[in-house]
């Protein structure tokens, strides 16, 4: 029978990596950002038929309609802000 003297030695040293990365996502807010979504999910009345895309609308960046309309209103206002400067101009004459 083999004995492994190190046996003892790898458990605390993934224990302490494990520890380490449990603090490293606490401190970071994962793990609050996890368990909010979960809560919300879990008192959700109608819970929806897929957990992970629930999940991933409230953790993911928004969508591409979302950053297709952010896109527009900033060209809108780049319009706007053109004009402005002109009606400015004018005035200062």
């Known amino acids: 029978m083999q004995s492994n003297s190190n046996g003892g030695n790898n458990s605390n040293s993934d224990f302490s990596k494990k520890d380490e990365f449990r603090r490293y996502l606490e401190k970071s807010g994962v793990l609050d950002a996890l368990t909010k979504v979960l809560v919300g999910?879990?008192?959700e009345?109608?819970?929806?038929?897929?957990?992970l895309d629930y999940m991933k609308r409230y953790l993911g960046a928004?969508?591409?309609?979302?950053?297709d309309g952010i896109k527009q209103e900033?060209?809108?206002?780049?319009?706007?802000?053109?004009?402005?400067?002109?009606?400015?101009?004018?005035?200062?004459?």
């Not at 009345?45 to 957990?51: C, L």
């Open 74 to 93: 900033n060209s809108e206002l780049k319009i706007q802000i053109e004009k402005m400067k002109k009606q400015l101009a004018e005035l200062q004459e």
């Open 45 to 51: 009345p109608d819970r929806p038929n897929n957990a």
């Open 62 to 67: 928004p969508s591409a309609v979302d950053i």
């Open 41 to 43: 999910l879990y008192e």
